[in-house]
């Protein structure tokens, strides 16, 4: 009897579990997707706005009040309308006390106004808990399915509860809250939207940068020189040669670029005795953005082998080699095959590939979806051993091919060296310094100073 009670109370649905009406000021396209979304997650949701009358853009099971009616049906209203139009609210005052009010405006500039648009609402309508949430999401990726980096939201506020309640509705919603503190941040975060790349603004202008020097730095060595004191046209190297000695000189040196800051800290935490001291801004800011550096260098990596790809099929490359096989042909005389020159190319081409694919892997345990799931001991192995092995099999490859150029007087044109030359100083400076880091004498101290040891401790226990 006990038995089959247990399991009709079993079926009998959990009335405890009803959503809470959820209003929404403002009928715009973000107010209709979020509430869409709220009705698919189970929330009865109340629109308040200035027409009552409904409109076929809004979501059929969703009802439309005045604003005074609608706040009065509902403990969260989702303010979803501009700062410029916020005075209305005060005339709503008594209504919303007490009630939770999140605020998911967006500015044009970042720093718009002195204070954020989330402080202003609660200085606006005092008597309310305002929290700072979905402002980071778009009404595109609501309406889609909040696929891929949408997903996250950040939430601030001052009222614990109020602040809980909003992060179980994004919950809800399939998205994933991220408590930023309390409504001081509420800034911060409305400034998240209005940045454009901000993590990539360096790597990208150092690249371009590097690309705009070394275009002209081979189009003066390869094209001009040539033009000057040979009177040979060669312009058309611009379109294929240029752009791949470019390509591997840049991912090279922003490969080591990676890998630099790492050695200065090193050197700065040896130096200074401790790891409780701030490293300077500037390479604190180079750290944090080693991740883009390295995905710029794939891509021009990634170009380097594109652009070897259609070495066979270019016009002057045929015509050399036809011209080679006529020559001979002519003499009727064989060049006799070079085993050493055999062995530089295929040790060249071998460095090339194996460098090749350990950035690629590199490039793919950088994603999301695959850091998330190694622990940090295997994360650190790869971007760290595997990234030192990597940009030792390039700095061979490239040292393979061009360093044949060091001796030869007649590589520097104006007595500008070749840009493979120039490309391996710092990926050799690099290694230097780490080899020599790593000798017991200097890494074992290291070791002890990122454990927590100092050598000249502020406090003594």
């Avoid at 509430?35 to 629109?47: S, T």
């Avoid at 202003?120 to 889609?144: E, H, I, R």
């Avoid at 070495?311 to 045929?318: D, G, K, Q």
């Avoid at 044109?413 to 493979?420: A, F, G, K, Q, T």
């Amino acid at each position: 009897m006990n038995k089959n009670s247990s399991n009709i109370m079993a079926l009998v649905p959990n009335t405890s579990n009803k959503r809470e009406t959820v209003c929404i000021f403002g009928t715009g396209d973000f107010g209709r997707a979020l509430g869409h979304k709220l009705i698919q997650a189970g929330y009865p949701v109340v629109f308040g706005s200035r027409s009552t009358q409904i409109s076929s853009l809004i979501p059929k099971d969703a009802e439309v009040l005045s604003h005074a009616e609608a706040a009065q049906k509902a403990a969260i209203i989702i303010i979803a309308i501009q700062r410029q139009h916020y005075n209305f609210l005060t005339s709503l005052a008594e209504v919303l006390r007490g009630k939770v009010l999140v605020d998911i405006s967006n500015n044009l500039k970042i720093n718009q106004y002195p204070d954020s648009n989330a402080e202003y609402l609660a200085q606006l309508v005092p008597g309310t808990k305002v929290v700072k949430a979905f402002n980071t999401v778009s009404a595109w990726a609501l309406q889609s399915g909040t696929l891929d980096a949408s997903r996250q939201v950040f939430v601030c506020g001052d009222d614990i509860e109020a602040k809980q309640m909003v992060m179980d509705i994004v919950r809800a919603l399939g998205l994933t809250p991220l408590d930023q503190g309390s409504l001081l941040a509420a800034q911060e975060i409305e400034n998240y939207p209005l940045q454009l790349f901000p993590m990539w603004k360096f790597p990208i202008l150092l690249s371009l940068g590097l690309t705009a020097f070394f275009f002209f730095y081979c189009l003066i060595r390869d094209v001009i020189y040539p033009y000057v004191y040979e009177n040979k046209d060669v312009s058309f190297f611009i379109a294929i040669s240029i752009p791949n000695q470019i390509c591997p000189v840049l991912a090279l040196i922003l490969l080591a670029l990676v890998y630099l800051p790492g050695v200065l800290a090193a050197i700065i935490q040896l130096y200074r005795g401790t790891k409780y001291r701030r490293f300077p801004d500037w390479l604190d800011k180079w750290m944090l953005c080693r991740k883009q550096l390295g995905l710029v260098a794939l891509a021009f990596a990634s170009l380097h082998v594109l652009f070897t790809l259609v070495i066979p099929i270019r016009s002057f490359v045929r015509w050399r080699i036809s011209s080679q096989t006529v020559s001979q042909a002519l003499n009727n005389k064989t060049e006799p095959l070079n085993t050493t020159k055999a062995w530089l190319s295929d040790s060249y081409l071998a460095l090339g590939i194996l460098g090749f694919f350990l950035f690629v892997l590199l490039g793919i345990t950088s994603l999301p979806s695959v850091s998330n799931n190694v622990n940090w001991r295997e994360f650190r192995f790869v971007q760290s051993k595997l990234g030192y092995l990597t940009l030792v099999l390039c700095t061979a490859h490239t040292l393979v091919y061009g360093g044949k150029w060091f001796l030869s007087p007649s590589s520097y044109r104006w007595y500008l060296p070749h840009s493979y030359m120039l490309s391996l100083i710092i990926p050799c400076i690099v290694l230097v310094v780490k080899f020599v880091l790593i000798f017991p004498c200097l890494d074992k101290p290291l070791t002890r100073i990122r454990q927590g040891w100092e050598r000249n401790p502020q406090y003594s226990e």
